[in-house]
């Protein structure tokens, strides 16, 4: 299956170099926030904005560029908070009105099985503290699935392919990555959060190619 291609935005906050590396299912190029900012998506099948990671400022600036690289049918993950207005359709709200020790996670829909091998208690704590993962919640758009949901019953984790012709991923503020590096030295936590990453690479990297096969199908 051909590798995808990936743009992660960083202000540098993090070492998005060691949380995210190449491999034979993913291609990923940096672009740092500057004074100057305005990435070139063409040619990328999917667009990373790391934990900690969002200058919401700068995203809203090219928030109808955003738009486009999704309405061609290609990626979005966002597992920052602080994002309002340029993550078309969804919106995180910070609430941190329920207890940490009071946090728990649920699966609620799956039909994509992006939780497959992953566990949810590894999610929900980190060294017997709960809590830790996500922050606040996400207030979805209308037709997107809700992946996990919290105590409150509020979405953390959705998937959203009606509002634009591409799929997004978000998390609220939950860290995902392929490499856990300077998020938690939990290993229970460290192999949920991959585990649910590749799930989510192997997800559009298999959509990409079915609608490729698609596109290029000779009839005979």
């Not at 672009?31 to 998506?41: A, Q």
């Not at 600036?61 to 690289?69: L, P």
């Not at 758009?141 to 009606?162: M, N, S």
Request: net charge negative; charged share 25%.
């Amino acid at each position: 299956m051909k590798p995808l291609k990936a743009l992660i935005i960083s202000n540098a906050t993090v070492g998005s170099n060691k949380l995210f590396q190449s491999n034979e299912h993913v291609s990923y190029d940096i672009y740092k926030v500057t004074e100057n900012f305005d990435p070139d998506l063409d040619g990328y099948d999917l667009l990373i904005l790391p934990n900690g990671a969002t200058d919401s400022v700068a995203m809203a600036k090219i928030k109808h560029k955003v738009r486009a690289f999704l309405d061609e049918g290609n990626a979005l993950f966002c597992f920052s908070g602080w994002f309002t207005n340029w993550v078309p359709g969804n919106r995180w709200i910070m609430d941190n009105s329920l207890k940490t020790s009071e946090v728990r996670y649920f699966k609620k829909y799956d039909r994509y099985d992006l939780l497959k091998d992953v566990d949810i208690d590894g999610l929900i704590f980190s060294h017997g503290i709960s809590g830790w993962w996500a922050c606040g919640y996400i207030e979805t758009a209308p037709g997107a699935e809700v992946i996990l949901e919290d105590t409150l019953q509020r979405p953390v984790v959705i998937i959203d392919e009606k509002t634009t012709r591409g799929t997004i991923i978000v998390s609220a503020s939950g860290p995902v990555a392929e490499v856990t590096y300077g998020t938690t030295n939990h290993s229970p936590s460290m192999q949920a959060i991959s585990a649910l990453y590749r799930n989510f690479i192997a997800f559009v990297q298999h959509k990409k190619q079915t609608s490729y096969e698609k596109e290029n199908r000779i009839d005979l």
